[in-house]
């Protein structure tokens, strides 16, 4: 398996180069074509009518005036539309999902969820016609917090699942004696922890076209991480074998984790095509990216840790709860990746582990960058601080003294390989001197007395891939053209990440051609090799060394043809940049471009090799080094400057990898400052379903970053090492934020965001 | 009921039937034919559609196609000076990876150009000014910063 093979050490010529990305180019220039951007002749606008009550059955719907109204082609209910129980998620039959959704129903369960769609010539029409249809609700009590929905005799949301409002049976992780490790503790810490609602507020709405033709077949261009995953699940509801869906998708204006789930718009738009006979498109407003989108899931986390006088950690006891809103979608998946990273980050023999995940008449919330982890290390990481401060310890010191280590089990079950948190916190402690910061001069500048300066460690690890809890499967096809020039098939999805650019780079590099001979196919399900998904930071580790796999049997074969010409053993000759030659007389050589095309007797080929990996899992890690300056008249916090040290392994595309880092930041220091979605906790309305009521960090607000990769633990696992970084950045800035804000004013907080007005109100308390 | 309106787009004549209630950013959407422009919002919140008219700087969503009458509106795809050849933002943000998922790309490439055109020694404050109301939710705009300040001096030292 992965873990027993040596990384292959060599001169890199194209990766660990920050080379052009094509995509990149497609977008400056505005070329690149998202599916907002399709308009196919006759479409129709699709636009879905949406429940003002949060839980209600349906007594009647009443479409006669809409379907009437000019310009309206078609409007559906749950009475016409196939009723098929399904997954929300992508991960069909795998342990993280759960099947409890119907294209439209004829029960309501979150405020603002769709109860019927239109099709009409415009967007307007479609819009006006909504109006038109008049529903009849009989109201339902809704339960708006988790507290409420475990309580006996509390509403239930769904006739499936464990019951009780449950979304899964409690996810356990019993490790060590718990007992044994409490009684051997010289002092117990013991808090409460809760994380808001953020949202990922990707700057595309989703959208999606469809469209029939006459053999029945459907083309599906959506929004999507996972288009595979959405070709099975439509396929699976609508009655078609897979040869009858088509799901295309070329660039995506981002995701984050939350362009994963199947839509209840996805569905609508395809059955309105069926239905119209003509392709209709439905695009979402602001507002409903809000409502009907994905958010992170709310979670109330108890955690009581028991400690050693010299720092050690003896014992662990957590129990979280995470508000999967209205339907399971990735509820069973956080819940248990979310729960089980507890297990480790911070090393502990005796660990008591309990996750929930409730259901709630509010949004959904799903699959978001961080996935459950954000929540747990959060907790985690600031009670480590507070340790520190029991102790009258540095809290750096502390950190470093559990950290995990390499060969300690990992949450996955398996042994860490390549562990590189040591590393990075050393080094963060090293270029930042920060025993040196740490005991500077407190007193205020005088020019600013109000202002309270602090720093802050924080730590994390996450996986690459989804392992255990899915088996991931990595394809790619790798074609060697008559002209020497090279074909990339790939599924993995192009949310922005540079993705495409690095699996371009891996099969390059590993078959000894340039980078600009390398061109990337991807985002048609019917031409691409299979892909799971983008999600689980694995794009890079997964497919990129399915790619490296396809490209070793091209390369092997396109020396043997080399050699069939130029009359020697495939032994004696090497391939590297587009040129093979003997290795004993390098003049005498031939290019890939000669190699493949036609010379006397051998007409020209392609040479074509597929990949498939099926890894288990690698971790990356890294610790955030955080300034903060705390305004005591306003009690707003502003975050300075940020040093993020990571560690990914080998890195393909610095720049891309860093563009990850600084991105996941500024959505981090959003969700710990700014960033909460509010339901109505008496009505479970959404209160600021927009851009500017959700205030996320824009371009006044950034801090400096000065972005540290070490590549300090290479995981035989991915390419030549390379590990994941999608994810890592904004599960370490929140608690570095979290313990700034203890450095600067001694004020503990346990929850996020961290409101000025919270800020005020400690201030107040502390002075009284 | 549809009105006659003209304006030039990236120096060319276009004439069409718009209603009344048609913005700008629909206009040059699905009349023109000119998709670069995105629509994060269309209600003035996210700055994705930013186009220049008359050389200025506005949200298209939130434009009345008729108002733009006579005018002379530049978007992302006027960018380049010359078929195979880039604007040097829109080098500068190939090479520093100022663009991931790109939705925000074409409205932050013509808010910056605008900068450039008005002030070609911007101080980090006048680049983060700038852009306060262009979101980018990708990048963390570090190296958006670092693209336009690249391209500032490319600018300067190009300038004849
Ligand atoms: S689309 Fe115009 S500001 Fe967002
Ligand atoms: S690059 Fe994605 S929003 Fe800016």
Wanted: with cysteine.
């Amino acid at each position: 398996m992965n873990m027993t093979t040596p990384i292959e050490q060599r001169e890199f010529k194209i990766v660990g180069k920050s080379v052009k990305r094509d995509d990149v180019l497609e977008k400056v220039t505005g070329e690149a074509q998202y599916t907002g951007d399709i308009k196919l002749p006759g479409m129709l606008h699709g636009k879905i009518k949406r429940a003002a009550i949060a839980h209600a059955r349906i007594k009647s719907i009443d479409v006669s005036k809409a379907l009437a109204y000019p310009g309206v082609k078609a409007v559906l209910t749950h009475e016409t539309v196939p009723r098929v129980l399904h997954y929300g998620s992508p991960h069909p039959r795998s342990a993280s999902c759960t099947k409890d959704q119907y294209i439209l129903d004829h029960k309501v369960r979150f405020w603002g969820e769709g109860v019927a769609a239109v099709a009409a010539i415009s967007e307007e029409i479609a819009d006006e016609a909504l109006d038109l249809i008049e529903v009849e609700y009989e109201a339902l009590p809704g339960v708006f917090e988790p507290e409420d929905a475990v309580q006996l005799g509390a509403p239930l949301i769904h006739e499936v699942g464990p019951g009780g409002n449950l979304v899964l049976d409690p996810v356990r992780v019993n490790r060590g004696d718990i007992d044994k490790g409490f009684a051997e503790a010289d002092f117990v810490l013991e808090g409460t922890f809760a994380g808001g609602r953020p949202h990922p507020a990707y700057m595309e709405p989703n959208v999606c076209v469809a469209d029939w033709d006459g053999s029945n077949k459907l083309t599906f261009w959506t929004s999507t991480q996972t288009s595979f995953m959405v070709r099975g699940i439509l396929a699976e509801v609508l009655g078609l074998p897979l040869t009858k869906v088509r799901v295309l998708v070329d660039h995506m204006g981002g995701g984050f984790g939350a362009k994963q789930d199947l839509f209840q718009h996805e569905f609508l738009c395809a059955l309105l095509a069926k239905e119209t006979r003509r392709p209709v498109k439905m695009e979402f407003t602001r507002h409903e990216t809000f409502v009907a989108g994905r958010s992170r899931h709310p979670c109330k986390i108890w955690l009581k840790q028991g400690f050693k006088n010299d720092g050690t950690l003896v014992a662990r006891d957590m129990k979280l709860v995470y508000d999967s809103g209205a339907y399971g979608s990735h509820g069973p998946g956080v819940t248990i990746v979310g729960t089980t990273a507890a297990t480790s980050l911070y090393r502990c023999e005796n660990v008591r582990l309990e996750g929930r995940c409730v259901y709630t008449n509010t949004p959904i919330n799903g699959a978001f960058r961080g996935y459950g982890v954000v929540q747990s290390y959060y907790a985690l990481d600031i009670q480590m601080d507070e340790a520190a401060e029991r102790l009258g310890m540095d809290p750096a010191e502390l950190k470093l003294k559990n950290v995990v280590r390499a060969g300690d089990i990992a949450p996955s079950g398996h042994p860490i390989i390549g562990h590189g948190l040591e590393i990075c916190l050393k080094h963060g402690i090293d270029v930042l001197d920060w025993t040196t910061l740490r005991g500077r001069d407190r007193t205020p500048d005088p020019k600013r007395p109000h202002i309270r300066k602090g720093w802050g460690i924080g730590c994390e690890m996450h996986g690459s891939s989804a392992y255990p809890g899915i088996k991931e499967q990595g394809n790619a096809t790798v074609k060697v053209n008559e002209d020497g020039t090279v074909t990339l098939l790939t599924g993995a999805a192009g949310l922005g990440t540079g993705a495409h650019t690095a699996l371009a780079q891996i099969v390059a590099e590993e078959l000894g051609v340039r980078f600009e001979d390398v061109g990337v196919i991807h985002g048609d399900t019917d031409v691409v090799p299979w892909d799971i998904g983008a999600f689980a930071s694995h794009t890079t580790y997964l497919v990129g060394t399915a790619a490296k796999m396809a490209a070793e049997k091209v390369r092997a074969a396109v020396l043997a043809r080399a050699a069939m010409k130029l009359q020697v053993s495939a032994e004696e000759i090497d391939l590297s940049e587009g040129k093979v030659f003997l290795i004993a007389e390098p003049d005498r050589s031939m290019t890939v471009s000669e190699a493949m095309g036609p010379s006397r007797g051998i007409p020209a080929a392609n040479i074509v090799a597929n990949g498939t990996y099926e890894p288990t899992k690698s971790y990356s890690f890294a610790a955030h080094f955080t300034e903060v300056d705390i305004d005591t008249e306003t009690g707003i916090v502003e975050v300075k400057r940020v040093v993020p040290v990571h560690d990914v392994g080998r890195v393909i595309h610095p720049i891309a990898a860093q563009g990850q880092i600084e991105g996941g930041i500024q959505q981090g220091i959003g969700h710990t400052l700014t960033e909460d979605y509010v339901i109505d906790k008496k009505t479970g309305r959404s209160l600021n379903a927009g851009l500017v009521d959700y205030k996320m960090p824009l371009s006044m607000d950034m801090p400096d970053i000065e972005t540290i990769i070490l590549e300090a633990a290479p995981d035989p696992g991915g390419p030549w090492g390379a590990k994941g970084v999608g994810e890592d950045p904004i599960i370490a800035i929140g608690p570095s934020i979290a313990n700034a804000i203890h450095d600067a004013i001694g004020v503990r907080f346990h929850h996020y965001p961290i409101t000025p007005e919270d800020i005020l109100k400690a201030l107040r308390e502390k002075g009284a | 009921m549809k009105r006659m309106v003209e304006f030039t787009v990236n120096g060319e004549a276009r004439e069409m039937a718009v209603n009344g209630c048609c913005s700008l950013l629909d206009a040059l959407r699905d009349e023109v034919g000119l998709t670069g422009t995105k629509k994060g919002c269309d209600v003035g919140d996210c700055g994705a559609c930013t186009v220049l008219v008359d050389g200025e700087p506005v949200n298209a969503c939130l434009m009345l196609a008729v108002e733009a009458e006579g005018r002379a509106v530049e978007t992302v795809e006027g960018l380049q000076p010359g078929v195979d050849r880039l604007h040097p933002l829109q080098d500068a943000f190939m090479r520093h990876g100022a663009s991931q998922c790109g939705f925000c790309t074409p409205g932050i490439l013509m808010m910056a150009k605008k900068l450039l055109d008005d002030n070609p020694h911007p101080s980090d404050e006048d680049i983060r000014f700038g852009l306060s109301g262009n979101i980018c939710r990708c990048t963390g705009y570090t190296k958006i910063f670092d693209a336009i300040k690249s391209a500032a001096r490319e600018m300067e030292a190009t300038r004849p």
